[in-house]
């Protein structure tokens, strides 16, 4: 059984990535360089370039999606997933149900995860990254999580 149903706001890669370029500009980009605020967006290359040093920026570096190669969307259907458990997934679960080949990269994902969720005041918080539906905001509820309390099920799978 399947139990995720993905709104219909990621519907693909980018629209993961628009939406997670989004929750990094409230947050700030900040140069790792000279540590200038002031960027321009590369939008061929998904990268930010600071305006005096030219140095570019990935839009995964400075997060904790930084080191990791699996997809936006990946990472997005893994945060779903485990926000919308009250006993949440285990790593296994989630590669099992994300169809991904490889174990460990998602360990690695999972155990960020949890991490940034119960981190409270985080630097980068996953707040924003997570508000997927309305009354999800595991990183403020991370000890407690209660959410959700429609069915975990969905009601119309949609393809991945
Ligand atoms: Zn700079």
Redesign the pocket.
């Known amino acids: 059984m399947y139990i995720f149903s993905f709104g219909v706001h990621f519907t693909d890669e980018k629209s993961c990535r628009l939406h997670f370029k989004e929750q990094r500009d409230k947050e700030g980009v900040v140069?790792n360089?000279?540590g200038?605020t002031d960027h321009y967006w590369l939008k061929n290359k998904w990268n930010y370039q600071?305006k005096?040093?030219k140095?570019r920026l990935s839009l995964r570096s400075g997060t904790i999606l930084k080191s990791s190669k699996l997809s936006f969307m990946t990472w997005y259907k893994a945060i779903f997933l485990m926000s919308a458990t009250k006993k949440g997934f285990s790593s296994k679960e989630i590669q099992r149900q994300l169809g991904l080949k490889r174990y460990e990269p998602v360990w690695a994902m999972v155990h960020k995860l949890r991490t940034a969720m119960g981190q409270r005041d985080g630097r980068y918080t996953l707040e924003g990254m997570i508000e997927m539906d309305e009354g999800y905001l595991p990183s403020r509820q991370a000890n407690t999580i209660t959410k959700p309390k429609k069915p975990v099920e969905a009601a119309k799978p949609r393809p991945m």
Do not use: K
């Open positions: 140069c360089r000279c200038s600071c005096s040093y140095v």
